[in-house]
């Protein structure tokens, strides 16, 4: 088939309809959390996030969940691929994110000048 045939069938195609979508947060309420929480149903995956006061504390340390998000397995695949992507821009920019908290913590330092002789 000629490149010209490809271009016709091609422009005969009907288009689809393009979705052009407009955000409104003029009611969002902003939120900080240290502390998620991963639950499943067969329909659903389940966000809770809240405010950990006292990450490192050792023993019971009780959270206070403020916002559950409730999302079909298909939106939670499209919000880890969106997540994945902007970390991996971040890390790009300012380098490697370290999770894990003991690999990021540095003894202090101590001041060993020299004695003046």
């Known amino acids: 088939m000629s490149e010209a045939t490809q271009e016709k069938q091609a422009a005969e195609q009907p288009t689809q309809p393009t979705q052009e979508i407009v955000v409104d947060d003029s009611n969002v309420h902003a939120g900080y959390a240290n502390f998620c929480r991963v639950a499943?149903?067969?329909?659903?995956?389940i966000l809770d996030l809240g405010l950990n006061?006292?990450?490192?504390?050792?023993?019971?340390?009780?959270?206070?969940?403020?916002?559950?998000?409730?999302m079909n397995h298909f939106?939670?695949?499209r919000l880890l691929?969106?997540?994945a992507t902007?970390?991996?821009r971040h890390e790009q920019t300012f380098?490697?994110?370290e999770t894990?908290?003991?690999?990021?913590?540095?003894?202090?330092?101590?001041d060993?000048?020299?004695s003046e002789s």
């Open 112 to 114: 060993q000048s020299p």
């Open 95 to 97: 380098g490697k994110l």
């Open 86 to 88: 902007a970390l991996n």
């Open 40 to 45: 499943s149903t067969p329909e659903e995956l």
């Open 100 to 110: 894990d908290v003991r690999k990021r913590v540095r003894a202090p330092e101590t």
């Open 53 to 70: 006061p006292n990450p490192y504390a050792k023993g019971k340390v009780k959270v206070q969940v403020s916002q559950r998000i409730i």
């Open 81 to 83: 691929s969106a997540v």
């Open 75 to 77: 939106s939670a695949k």
